[in-house]
């Protein structure tokens, strides 16, 4: 179960960071394909760090190598860390639909949590927390969030809540570091929901606003500034020190 993945692995490391494995090939140095990239940054962090979180989109445009690579990456973690592994997916459709990503996502590629767009409503999530853990897209760090997320993110909130009594430990929500005067009050109105936050590391976010989320289930993703850095395991541990010093001191 995620959470219990997590919290184990938030403890011996003493890290709230999640390291994004967006891995575009076009931006990768030198011969390597993106599985060997990718197995470079797992041992270079596999101990600085709570989880991967893994964008879907990065491997599905590759076509079917790009799936394959998304597979065998899923293996590397599980078979060598035993972290948890987010795959950053976004879906959100109907209810039979939702069923087939679930099961695609959790059956067959066997990651722990899923992000899932709340824009069709419940049908559209239950059929993934019936498999495992979904982040619910909340306020995301995006320049766009006011044509529609600020306008409906309350009602997102309740939702989400609302699905946590009857899912336990198996709801969250993905809030932007970016929108720090909106981060505030959506923690002192969502009770036990976890939390994944981009936009801290290449988006500029700040990492104080984790001050107001101690005590709570938080991952941090930073993907881009990590694993093209020079030096990816010092990057790795630059992050997770800054991050720890908001969450645990």
């Known amino acids: 179960m995620f959470i219990k993945k997590y919290r184990k692995a938030r403890d011996k490391n003493s890290s709230i960071l999640v390291v994004g494995l967006d891995s575009d090939p076009g931006k990768i140095k030198g011969s390597k394909s993106v599985v060997e990239f990718n197995e470079h940054i797992i041992k270079e962090t596999a101990d600085l760090v709570c989880g991967y979180k893994i964008n879907i989109a990065f491997y599905e445009k590759l076509g079917w190598g790009g799936y394959m690579a998304l597979e065998e990456t899923i293996e590397l973690i599980k078979n060598e860390t035993n972290l948890p592994v987010i795959l950053d997916a976004k879906r959100g459709d109907i209810g039979n639909t939702a069923r087939a990503y679930a099961k695609a996502y959790f059956d067959r590629l066997g990651v722990d949590s899923v ?12 059929p993934f927390l019936e498999k495992g853990h979904a982040f619910i897209l909340l306020l995301t760090s995006n320049e766009s969030i006011g044509d529609v ?16 009594k009857s ?3 198996r ?13 505030s009050k959506i923690s002192n109105a969502s009770g036990d929901l976890s939390w994944l936050i981009p936009g801290i590391g290449a988006q500029g976010g700040d990492p104080e606003v984790l001050k107001e989320l101690k005590r709570r289930d938080v991952v941090v993703n930073v993907s881009r500034a990590i694993i093209f850095a020079e030096n990816v395991r010092k990057k790795a541990a ?5 991050l720890a010093r908001q969450y645990f001191d």
Do not use: C, Q, S, W
Request: hydrophobic share 40%; proline share 6%.
């Open 238 to 242: 630059e992050f997770r020190e800054l």
């Open 171 to 183: 709801v969250g929500i993905v809030v932007g570091a970016t929108r720090k005067d909106h981060i």
């Open 167 to 169: 899912y336990p430990e």
């Open 149 to 164: 997320e600020l306008h409906v993110y309350p009602r997102v909130l309740e939702l989400a809540k609302e699905l946590e």
């Open 115 to 126: 992000t899932v767009n709340p824009y069709m409503g419940r049908d559209a999530i239950i």
